[in-house]
């Protein structure tokens, strides 16, 4: 069992900020990745950014210089701070993780719940 609990999301003004995070919990080894995804109505759900055990990350170029990823391992939490927020960054956000099982298996198809982000202009 792998379950990914998020919290944070909301309503915000444009130009606010607002901080995601995503929790891990189950019979796993370690995590090998996380990452964070976000679907707009009517669009297809997108990359927003992903954190490797080295500690590299990858952001979706919409995003970048406003976001930031952050994973406190011991944890197996991972964090999105969100800044200077738009209209556009209005979605349905996801975490997602990599796990690795005690017997060398890895699945990376678990997600968190959802949570709502709606910027207000």
């Known amino acids: 069992q792998v379950q990914l609990v998020e919290s944070g999301g909301g309503l915000v003004q444009a130009g606010g900020s607002l901080r995601l995070s995503c929790a891990a919990s189950g019979s796993f080894f370690s995590i090998n990745g996380m990452g964070w995804y976000r679907q707009a109505p009517g669009k297809q759900r997108e990359l927003v950014a992903v954190?490797?055990?080295?500690?590299?990350?990858t952001y979706t170029d919409s995003v970048k210089g406003r976001f930031t990823i952050s994973r406190d391992n011991a944890e197996n939490t991972v964090y999105l701070q969100m800044n200077s927020l738009k209209p556009e960054d209005t979605a349905v956000y996801y975490c997602?993780?990599?796990?690795?099982?005690?017997?060398?298996?890895?699945?990376?198809?678990?997600w968190g719940q959802g949570t709502q982000i709606t910027v207000s202009s």
């Open positions: 997602n993780a990599d796990v690795k099982f005690s017997n060398g298996w890895s699945r990376a198809a678990y």
């Open positions: 954190i490797i055990g080295s500690g590299s990350t």
